[in-house]
């Protein structure tokens, strides 16, 4: 019975820690203050209440997907690198063939990008 009780006491003890740490924050927070531009939702560096028809850097949306996809270009070589260390032996040649091939498309994009300028910030 007493482990019961140390139970009991312990989470007694984490009950009235957690509700004296919600009060003392509480009063020596700062108020909230409630404006309108606080309680406006904020995406991507946008205002939402602003013109839909604002411009958009085209730059800014290539360099992001280019992100994206060397992103996804590194996730796919960690999981083949990984692959290789733990069953060298088990993988096929047409699985090595198509990881190179897809490694090579995506090597030969970002040197046309890189030709076009659009790394270029």
């Known amino acids: ?8 006491y312990f989470l007694l003890f984490v009950l009235f820690l957690s509700v004296g740490l919600m009060v003392v924050s509480m009063v020596l927070g700062q108020r909230v203050r409630r404006n309108s531009d606080k309680l406006v939702s904020f995406e ?3 205002d939402p209440m602003s013109s839909s028809r604002s411009p958009f850097s085209f730059r800014f949306f290539v360099l992001a997907l280019l992100f994206l996809i060397f992103d996804v270009e590194v996730v796919m070589i960690i999981s083949f690198c990984y692959s290789l260390g ?3 032996l088990s993988l096929s040649s047409l699985s090595c063939f198509y990881f190179f091939l897809f490694f090579l498309i995506l090597l030969l994009g970002l040197v046309h990008e890189a030709n076009e300028g659009s790394l270029d910030w």
């Open 44 to 46: 991507c560096g946008f």
């Open 1 to 8: 019975m007493s482990i019961l009780y140390q139970g009991l």
């Open 86 to 88: 733990m069953s060298f």
